[in-house]
């Protein structure tokens, strides 16, 4: 197979020039290790830290004990604790497996039979930026920065569509940490995650430049033409600038964009029963668009649920129902679109945030309300489903009041190893040398969790 370098020598054009689009389909689309069980990736990111004590692991001794110390040497927390505070939720079993969900998401409830919850979540750092980039690229320390997961899979498989980026990110506004949790760090930035401000409600709104109003396709196809004799003449004489042939791509994909994305990112073009599932919140149009971009092929698309750390409810937890509303319905609807069109078996749905929340109310001193959680990194839940998932089931525990994993610990690193399996990928074997040693996403870490899968 030609390379990259030598087809541009030889045709002497690399933007937009239809001869080359399958050696270009070739070259960006990569063969999994062994048979996958899905083929994208939704991360559904709840950002701030979801309390799992009032969502997905219920504890009655929490409900028992409400008010009094929790049994045991007092553990160390971020800010000043108190006693320990029952949920304001009710829990209740949902679907057939009768899997137990608070009333703060009921429709997740009625459709829990399609995700596995873990409740054993295990992370390090009790503050939310190493915690963030520990869940989005398997590495804490803020110094140095890692590829994250998406680009760790972009690498690994290539994209099924070359019209649109492999690797999407949507977020109204900025997650904490911000673009180092989509980088491709010393991967070739073409596997950087394409970041979208999904604030506004129409392609051109959201994607600034998306049209060229002052030429048409013709006269952008001979500037495009023009720029790539002048690259493939510099080639010529460098023979290899990996910056440069990246670049390259990366025009070529914002070039073709214009045909497509204009189409994808539309949610108006879907029928009103299904906008109406979604609701008129950014959040649901985030998964509406999800749904649309792993539909036309892209191949990881990670929707965060707002701007900063929303979901950081130190002061009243009773903030989490205003957040849950946004984002339940938005949530099911998405698995039950992709179950309905034929997806759900090939896509993965992660839906999780970098901790949790304390089982005891935080008492520091300068909360107003004084009914919140402090961060809870050695015990929390996240949701998994479709892409080989086993549905209906819970894994692992928390002790009795939910505030440290005893059973099936599952650190990030295993959530890694586990996806990346699903995808076909060898954790052990996706690697990139970068300054004489070989990186992967796991580190030295990771465990494939086989108990999950279906």
Known sequence: MLTRRETLKMLGAGFGVVGMADGLHAASTQQPHFAPRAKHVIFLYLNGGLSHVDSFDPKPELTRLDGRPMPGPKVKTDRASG?????????????????????????????????????????????????MLMMNTGHALRGGSRPSFGSWVVYGLGSENQNLPGYVVLCPGTPTGGPRLWSSAFLPTKYEGAYIKSDAPSPEELIQDLTNKRLGRGQQERQLELLSKLDSSFLARTSHDPALEANIQSMEVAFRMQTEAPEVFDISKEPAHVQARYGDGEFGRGCLMALRLVESGVRIVQVYYGNGQPWDSHDDIMVHKRHARLSDGPIASLVADLKERGLLDETLIIVGSEFGRTPMIQNSGTEKVGRGRDHNPPGYSILLAGGGIRGGSAYGATDDFGYKAVENIVTPHDLHATSLHLLGLDHTKLTYRYSGRDYRLTDVHGNVLTDLLA
């Open 83 to 131: 006693g320990l505070m029952k949920s304001p939720f009710e829990f209740r079993p949902g679907g057939r497996s009768g899997v137990e969900v608070s009333d703060l998401f009921p429709k997740i409830r009625e459709s829990i039979d399609d995700f596995c919850v873990i409740r054993s979540m295990q992370s390090d750092s009790v503050n939310h930026l190493p915690s």
